[in-house]
């Protein structure tokens, strides 16, 4: 199967496109940059309006639908070009044919802590622009389905954890600190405990998506555990071997609430079933960051 995938160059299309070829399908990478040699699969070049679409989707039998902005200036009009790619999507999809399509939502639709874990049949609470954004999209993707029969799943991400993401957010900086022998510093009283899912269990998902092309709806996409940031410190600490190399600092109040899905409906519709722990996602984390540290 020939599998469009817009902001394939990032980190989890990186990912993705890995997964499909290796699973024997065929990864076209489609972006708004011209090809710039970061990726060895098919690249196609798309200024996201239809015409583009029309002409770099053709071929295609299936898509994931990656590509973002993720805001800077705190206002909703940061995110409406992410309802516009998406629409334009779906537009195209629907002009040459493609109905297997898959989007990435995130665990941002919810923000109940009293109603944790939390299902799909749960009405959205965002409490986010980026929330909206992305609620706002499967809307349309709901939409698009009973409309002109789109077989969408969106999938809602928990957050992603792996080497490649973006540099400067809490996990990452723990696990650079630990690895390089440093102090990890745990800033907050560390209530509240969060929901992360591992890089390679995400793109399983994205795979299982694509391959059952007749379902649509939304599906929650999580590891099943969720950590302080206190024990989070305490763990990666433990896998990278710099245990009790920590401060903790409980005296003021910390900027974040918990979060967990329950999977029930992933993993009965779509079969996933996450495969990476914490522990175990952190142990092959270190491992590549041994690798790459030679």
Same mark, same amino acid.
């Given at each position: 199967?020939?599998?469009?995938?817009?902001?394939?160059?990032?980190?989890?299309?990186?990912?993705?496109?890995?997964?499909?070829?290796?699973?024997?399908?065929?990864?076209?990478?489609?972006?708004?940059?011209?090809?710039?040699?970061?990726? #060895?699969?098919? /690249?196609?070049?798309?200024?996201?309006? +239809?015409?583009?679409? @029309?002409?770099?989707? *053709?071929?295609?039998?299936?898509?994931?639908?990656?590509? !973002?902005?993720? =805001?800077?200036?705190?206002?909703?009009?940061?995110?409406?070009?992410?309802?516009?790619?998406?629409?334009?999507?779906?537009?195209?999809?629907?002009?040459?044919? +493609?109905?297997?399509?898959?989007?990435?939502?995130?665990?941002?639709?919810?923000?109940?802590?009293?109603?944790?874990?939390?299902?799909?049949?749960?009405?959205?609470?965002?409490?986010?622009?980026?929330?909206?954004?992305?609620?706002?999209?499967?809307?349309?993707?709901?939409? /698009?389905?009973?409309?002109?029969?789109?077989?969408? #799943?969106?999938?809602?991400?928990?957050? +992603?954890?792996?080497? =490649?993401?973006?540099? =400067?957010?809490?996990?990452?900086?723990?696990?650079?600190? !630990?690895?390089?022998?440093?102090?990890?510093?745990?800033?907050?009283?560390?209530?509240?405990?969060?929901?992360?899912?591992?890089?390679? *269990?995400?793109?399983?998902?994205?795979?299982?998506?694509?391959?059952?092309?007749?379902?649509?709806?939304?599906?929650?996409?999580?590891?099943?555990?969720?950590?302080?940031?206190?024990?989070?410190?305490?763990?990666?600490?433990?896998?990278? @071997?710099?245990?009790?190399?920590?401060?903790?600092?409980?005296?003021?109040?910390?900027?974040?609430?918990?979060? %967990?899905?329950?999977?029930?409906?992933?993993?009965?519709? %779509?079969?996933?079933?996450?495969?990476?722990?914490?522990?175990? !996602?952190?142990?092959?984390?270190?491992?590549?960051?041994? =690798?790459? *540290?030679?």
């Amino acid at each position: 199967m020939k599998v469009g995938i817009t902001g394939g160059t990032g980190f989890l299309g990186k990912e993705v496109s890995t997964l499909l070829e290796k699973e024997g399908h065929i990864p076209v990478i489609i972006g708004r940059s011209p090809f710039n040699g970061k990726t #060895k699969y098919e /690249y196609r070049s798309t200024d996201y309006s +239809i015409e583009s679409l @029309n002409k770099v989707l *053709d071929g295609n039998q299936a898509v994931v639908h990656l590509a !973002a902005v993720r =805001g800077s200036k705190g206002c909703i009009s940061d995110f409406h070009q992410n309802e516009i790619i998406t629409e334009n999507l779906l537009k195209s999809c629907i002009n040459i044919g +493609i109905t297997n399509i898959v989007i990435a939502s995130s665990i941002a639709v919810y923000s109940k802590v009293e109603s944790i874990p939390w299902t799909e049949e749960q009405l959205p609470s965002p409490k986010t622009l980026y929330g909206i954004s992305k609620i706002s999209c499967e809307y349309m993707a709901d939409l /698009y389905h009973k409309e002109y029969e789109l077989n969408i #799943k969106s999938l809602r991400i928990a957050q +992603i954890l792996g080497e =490649g993401e973006r540099k =400067g957010f809490m996990m990452n900086t723990f696990i650079d600190n !630990a690895f390089h022998k440093k102090r990890l510093n745990v800033i907050g009283e560390s209530l509240a405990k969060r929901e992360f899912v591992y890089i390679k *269990d995400v793109a399983k998902a994205f795979l299982l998506a694509i391959l059952n092309p007749k379902i649509s709806g939304a599906f929650n996409i999580g590891s099943g555990e969720a950590y302080s940031n206190l024990e989070i410190a305490k763990i990666i600490n433990e896998c990278f @071997n710099n245990e009790g190399n920590l401060l903790y600092n409980d005296k003021l109040k910390e900027g974040i609430e918990s979060s %967990l899905m329950d999977c029930s409906k992933s993993r009965n519709e %779509l079969g996933y079933i996450a495969q990476f722990s914490l522990r175990k !996602a952190l142990n092959e984390i270190k491992n590549f960051k041994k =690798g790459e *540290d030679v």
